[in-house]
């Protein structure tokens, strides 16, 4: 069986009537409402919306940084919702990359630390996190910073070193929250080139959360929120 045939009959991510409500005070705020949504290995898609669409609440569902209040997660076929917290943050660490706008780099660390982190989390004995750390900051130009704590790089450094982290391990699925909010519009699109080529190169699916239209319209699927549902789908399975 082909790659293709396999990513149409087994999506990567699905997720299926999920809803995520929270209390907030005597309020009860539905930030996801009956959402279906199908993600396969290769894809590249932008998920827009307003603020408080529900564009973040759905990344946090899709990397298993929340759980649903109803419905399921799916992750390869296999249903998350039984995991417990230490399951889902070694299945996280083993299939996922997380980018985010601020960064979360460890101050003290330098860049090459800061990556290799992702594989010492794996198990992976420190001689060869090493390597493959130095490899990934090379793969987003940074090889010549990589003994730089973040505090002496750019902003568009210390995000291409977020790149590299989430990259390090080759996940399955690189999801990135607004990755180029904080940047310029010269930096920002160099980023962006960055995560298109790099998760290109290694097969996984691409997710990036974004206002900005110029980012979506690179991406081939667009998702637009609206009120905690998917109002438009460019490229809905099925």
Avoid at 17 to 24: G, L, Q
Avoid at 125 to 136: F, I, L
Avoid at 172 to 186: F, I, N
Wanted: hydrophobic share 45%; proline share 3%; with cysteine.
């Amino acid at each position: 069986m082909t790659t293709d045939a396999v990513a149409c009959h087994a999506p990567l991510v699905r997720l299926d009537d999920v809803s995520r409500v929270f209390d907030i005070g005597t309020q009860r705020v539905h930030a996801l409402d009956h959402v279906n949504l199908s993600l396969s290995a290769g894809e590249a898609v932008a998920i827009v919306g307003a603020s408080g669409s529900g564009k973040t609440t759905l990344m946090n569902l899709i990397g298993l940084l929340d759980t649903p209040s109803m419905g399921d997660t799916f992750l390869d076929g296999a249903s998350t919702r039984a995991l417990g917290p230490t399951q889902r943050a070694r299945l996280r660490n083993l299939s996922i990359g997380l980018v985010f706008q601020h960064y979360h780099l460890l101050p003290q660390l330098t860049a090459v630390q800061n990556v290799e982190l992702t594989m010492l989390y794996r198990g992976v004995p420190a001689r060869d996190a090493m390597g493959h750390a130095r490899e990934a900051l090379a793969s987003v130009g940074l090889d010549a910073r990589a003994e730089h704590v973040p505090a002496q790089l750019s902003g568009g450094e210390r995000q291409r070193v977020a790149i590299a982290r989430a990259l390090v391990g080759r996940p399955r699925l690189l999801l990135a929250d607004e990755p180029t909010g904080a940047l310029d519009t010269a930096t920002s699109a160099a980023v962006l080139d960055l995560l298109i080529e790099n998760t290109a190169a290694h097969g996984c699916a691409l997710v990036i959360v974004t206002h900005d239209a110029d980012i979506a319209a690179r991406l081939a699927r667009r998702i637009v929120m609206r009120d905690g549902r998917i109002v438009s789908d460019s490229g809905a399975h099925g």
